[in-house]
């Protein structure tokens, strides 16, 4: 662990903003999405909204659907190769290689969640798929951040704020 550590606290400042920018594009999208429905912390369904909240919320998922992997990925890689960057990393560090396992883990889960929800909606149970969707996408984010990215990032900007 400790070559990470070491990696992400000594990412340069413009790698670590961008770092830090990404993940809360990917909170802000997520929660802009959990908002979205409104029976997302009961068990009622679509037929207490009217027929343009359900368009609204249909459209919002499935465009969520692709955004979340493209973005995902996009950022999984980001992040990978600058902690490349950093010295003493190699693609053979166990540390390195233990993080990319847990980012192409993610991805599979992600689409796990994706085609289940979809294939809810598609039955026309659309709030059930949010509130699935919420609950398991925001778990799994914030497993990732608990045990890899959060706490050295979080450390850093601290130090960079302070600075
Ligand atoms: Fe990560
Ligand atoms: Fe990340």
Redesign the pocket.
């Known amino acids: 662990m400790a070559i990470h550590v070491e990696a992400v606290q000594n990412l340069n400042p413009e790698d670590f903003m961008q770092i830090n920018e990404e993940h809360v594009r990917l909170g802000d999208s997520l929660e802009l999405l959990c908002t979205t429905c409104h029976n997302l912390d009961n068990q009622l369904d679509c037929r207490s909204c009217s027929r343009e909240k359900l368009a609204t919320c249909q459209g919002r998922l499935i465009s969520f659907f692709y955004n979340v992997i493209n973005f995902s990925s996009a950022h999984?890689k980001h992040?990978e190769s600058i902690m490349l960057r950093q010295s003493g990393v190699t693609k053979d560090d166990e540390d390195f290689r233990r993080?990319q396992q847990?980012?192409s883990n993610m991805l599979n889960a992600l689409y796990e969640i994706i085609n289940e929800c979809d294939l809810l909606d598609s039955r026309g149970r659309t709030a059930e798929a949010y509130r699935n969707l919420c609950n398991r996408m925001s778990e799994k984010f914030k497993e990732?951040d608990r045990m890899?990215?959060g706490i050295y990032l979080k450390k850093r900007l601290a130090e960079a704020t302070i600075q």
């Open positions: 999984f992040e993080h847990a980012h990732h890899f990215d």
